[in-house]
């Protein structure tokens, strides 16, 4: 039995709603095979802000968004290979610098794992990497970063740290219906010129592996999608792997 938390962000000034109920499905790690497809309401929502003062923007904006939860529990068969969880959203924010210019209705897959028996005999019995982070930032162009993707494991497995690929939506409508998420594998979203999901802010800036820690100089003014994934070793055996998504 496992507690999932899906945990979604939308721009405050947004026509939109969450979906209510939206789809997280269930598929096995080992053959990408659909297991279970999981209607689950809304739990609740929060608003999020952050109010910019002396920083180097000119006329700083305030950043708001709102925050849905999902919360629920899900009862699993054994698995020896494990499990993969996938849910989507159909809009990103319009207009990302670090995407090929002029695409058009794109949309994310967010995804996390449960170990399986052959990754670790005690892998089933597993608490997620758990981001820890602020969830709001903002960067000012061309200087200095610092910026934490930082992770707590309550199972004190090792994490490590890397960019990664942007998922786009999995199957391709349109609608303001949730519809559950294809099978993975999952495609990347289009990177332009120069940026790619080991280089979401250019060949300026990077992350310690050890710490999730993104630092160097920051690229022009817009707006980035960044993907970091954390991996969960225990025994050696890398178990896991969890993702966060921020744009």
Do not use: H, W
Not at 27 to 48: C, H, P, Q, S, Y
Not at 64 to 72: A, K, L, N, T
Not at 123 to 145: Q, R, W, Y
Not at 190 to 196: A, I
């Amino acid at each position: 039995r496992y507690s999932v938390t899906l945990k979604l962000f939308m721009v405050c000034n947004s026509p939109r709603d969450f979906n209510n109920p939206t789809y997280v499905s269930f598929f096995n790690k080992g053959t990408n095979a659909r297991v279970r497809d999981v209607m689950v309401n809304l739990t609740r929502t929060e608003i999020i802000s952050l109010t910019l003062d002396g920083t180097c923007i000119t006329n700083p904006p305030t950043i708001c968004y709102r925050v849905g939860y999902y919360i629920f529990d899900v009862l699993l068969p054994s698995s020896s290979e494990g499990y993969l969880l996938s849910s989507q959203v159909i809009y990103r924010v319009d207009g990302m610098k670090n995407l090929v210019v002029g695409y058009d209705q794109l949309g994310a897959s967010y995804t996390a794992e449960i170990p399986g028996t052959a990754a670790s005999d005690c892998g089933p019995e597993n608490n997620s990497a758990k981001f820890s982070g602020d969830d709001l930032v903002v960067i000012c162009a061309d200087n200095e970063l610092s910026y934490s993707f930082a992770a707590y494991d309550a199972d004190g497995d090792q994490l490590t740290y890397s960019f990664c690929n942007a998922y786009r939506e999995s199957t391709g409508g349109f609608g303001q219906d949730a519809t559950p998420p294809g099978a993975p594998p999952y495609n990347s979203v289009p990177y332009g010129q120069g940026y790619s999901g080991s280089l979401p802010l250019g060949g300026n800036v990077t992350i310690d592996p050890s710490t999730g820690v993104l630092t160097g100089i920051a690229p022009a003014e817009g707006t980035y999608v960044i993907t970091v994934c954390v991996a969960e070793t225990r025994n050696n055996t890398v178990i896991a792997t969890q993702r966060k998504d921020i744009q």
